[in-house]
C-alpha cells in the first residue's frame, strides 16, 4: 500500500499513482503529511512532496525524514499548473490552499488584495470550496480536483513563474526492501549530516570528499538543528556513486552523524497515469 496526502485530486496523489504504476500497488489517501510518514513506520510505503522549483524545500518533509525511521526508494518530479477555482471572480475576497501553492501565486493575490488562508493541500481546498458554496471563498488548486468536486475553474495557469514543478518521493521504512526497479533510470543518493566542529572551512573540508571524488552535488541545504543557534544539519543529493562506503566512511572524519536516506531512482520519461 502506497500513502499520500488527499483528498483526491491532490497532485501528491498524482505521483503516488505513477509509483503504484511501476510497482503495481494501491494508493490511500490521508490528511497529512506527518499521517504519511506515521503510516510508513508500520512498514508501509508513502509518497510525500519534499522540493518546489519556485518555493524551495517543502520544509516538514526535510525535519520528518530526520525524525523517521525511513528511507528514500524513487522520486518524481510534477509539472504545477495550479488553477483559481470558485464560483464567482468579481465576489472573492479569500483564497485557501496549501502553504506552497499559496507562496507560488504570491504576486497573483497581492495584485487582487485578497485575505488568504492555509489548509493541508490543494485538493483539501476545492473540497472545502465546494463545501462552503460561498461566491467570496476560492481555492488555488488543480484543474482535476476542481472537476472531482464540481467547482468551476474561473483562470488557469495563476502560478506567479511558468517553470513550476514539485519534486515527490517515495519513502519507506528504513528495514524494508526497495520495490522500484531502476531499469534505466538515473539514480542518486541522499544523506543528511551534522558536522563535528561549527568552525571556519568545515563545511568545505566536508564538501571536498564530494569534489575529490569527482561528485556532482544536486542539491545541499540546512535546516536548524534545534540544539542551538547556529548550528545546523546539512541535507545533501548528490549522483550516483558506486563506492558510497568508501564516500561515508571518509565523511565520517568530518561529520558527527550522518543519516544515509537511500540511493534510489529519478523517474523520468512519460509519467502518464
Request: neutral net charge; aromatic residues 10%; charged residues 25%.
Amino acid at each position: 500500500m502506497i500513502y499520500a496526502l488527499g483528498p483526491q485530486g491532490s497532485y501528491t496523489e498524482k505521483a503516488a499513482r505513477i509509483f503504484a504504476k511501476l510497482i503495481s500497488g494501491k494508493v490511500r489517501l490521508l490528511p497529512s503529511i506527518y499521517d504519511v510518514f506515521e503510516a510508513v513506520t508500520r512498514k508501509n510505503l508513502g509518497v510525500v512532496p519534499v522540493e518546489n522549483s519556485i518555493e524551495g524545500s517543502v520544509t516538514l518533509t526535510m525535519d520528518l525524514l530526520l525524525e523517521f525511521p525511513v528511507k528514500i526508494f524513487g522520486e518524481v518530479s510534477i509539472e504545477i499548473r495550479h488553477c483559481l477555482i470558485g464560483y464567482n471572480m468579481e465576489k472573492i475576497r479569500k483564497v485557501v490552499s496549501h502553504p506552497q501553492a499559496l507562496a507560488q501565486c504570491r504576486k497573483f493575490i497581492r495584485e487582487r488584495g485578497w485575505e488568504v488562508e492555509s489548509v493541508e493541500s490543494t485538493s483539501t481546498a476545492v473540497q472545502l470550496v465546494a463545501r462552503l458554496k460561498r461566491e467570496d471563498v476560492a481555492a488555488i488548486g488543480p484543474k482535476e480536483a476542481a472537476e472531482l468536486y464540481g467547482v468551476p475553474v474561473l483562470m488557469e495557469d495563476i502560478q506567479d513563474y511558468e517553470n513550476n514543478k514539485t519534486r515527490f518521493i517515495l519513502i519507506g521504512h528504513q528495514e524494508i526492501e526497495n520495490p522500484l526497479r531502476c531499469n534505466g533510470f538515473p539514480k542518486k543518493s541522499s544523506i543528511i549530516v551534522e558536522l563535528k566542529e561549527n568552525k571556519p572551512g568545515s563545511l568545505y573540508r566536508a564538501l571536498g570528499e564530494f569534489a575529490n571524488r569527482g561528485i556532482n552535488l544536486t542539491r545541499i541545504e540546512s535546516r536548524p538543528s534545534r540544539k542551538d543557534l547556529g548550528l545546523y544539519y546539512f541535507y545533501i543529493d548528490y549522483e550516483f556513486y558506486p563506492r558510497d562506503d568508501e564516500l561515508m566512511e571518509a565523511l565520517r572524519k568530518h561529520a558527527s552523524f550522518i543519516k544515509h536516506l537511500g540511493t534510489y531512482c529519478v523517474i523520468e520519461g512519460d509519467l502518464r497515469v
